[in-house]
């Protein structure tokens, strides 16, 4: 196993970077545990709006997927939370944001935000469990 190498937070914008370095500090994490919810939250906000051009016929979007995975009771639930903390306050008047990922409820969400949506599920295998559901 090899040893633990902490992010290259130097390659971050600086409000990014000072962003996630704040939040890990607030709460006394490794800035590898807020980062990949941070980056997935911006991916989220850019949603649709955006695409990167790879070649002639072949765009992009901004999807990004991420997990944190660390032993349990680690702060992982604190840390992503707080990375999504602005998105969930815009939760609140727009449904910017699923836990529930059946076909039927991911279509009625696309549906009202035609620039996209961010997935969120605190364990793993909820998500796992829901990839076969149809309702």
């Given at each position: 196993m090899?040893?633990?190498t ?8 600086p409000a ?7 939040h890990?500090v607030?709460?006394g ?6 980062l990949?919810?941070?980056l997935?939250?911006?991916a ?5 709006t955006?695409?990167v051009q ?8 901004s999807v990004?997927f991420?997990?944190?995975?660390a032993?349990?009771?680690s ?16 939760q609140?008047?727009?449904a910017?944001m699923v836990?529930?990922v ?7 969400s696309?549906?009202k935000?035609?620039?996209?949506v961010?997935?969120y ?10 990839f076969n559901?149809?309702k």
């Amino acid at each position: 196993m090899s040893a633990y190498t902490p992010p290259p937070m130097d390659v971050l914008p600086p409000a990014v970077r000072d962003f996630v370095q704040d939040h890990a500090v607030a709460i006394g994490i490794d800035p590898g545990y807020v980062l990949p919810a941070t980056l997935t939250g911006l991916a989220a906000a850019i949603g649709n709006t955006a695409v990167v051009q790879v070649k002639t016929g072949w765009n992009e979007p901004s999807v990004l997927f991420a997990a944190v995975v660390a032993e349990s009771g680690s702060a992982k639930s604190p840390a992503v939370r707080g990375a999504l903390q602005p998105i969930l306050e815009r939760q609140v008047d727009e449904a910017c944001m699923v836990g529930d990922v059946t076909i039927e409820a991911l279509a009625d969400s696309l549906a009202k935000n035609p620039r996209g949506v961010l997935l969120y599920r605190d364990e793993l295998d909820g998500w796992f469990r829901s990839f076969n559901q149809y309702k």
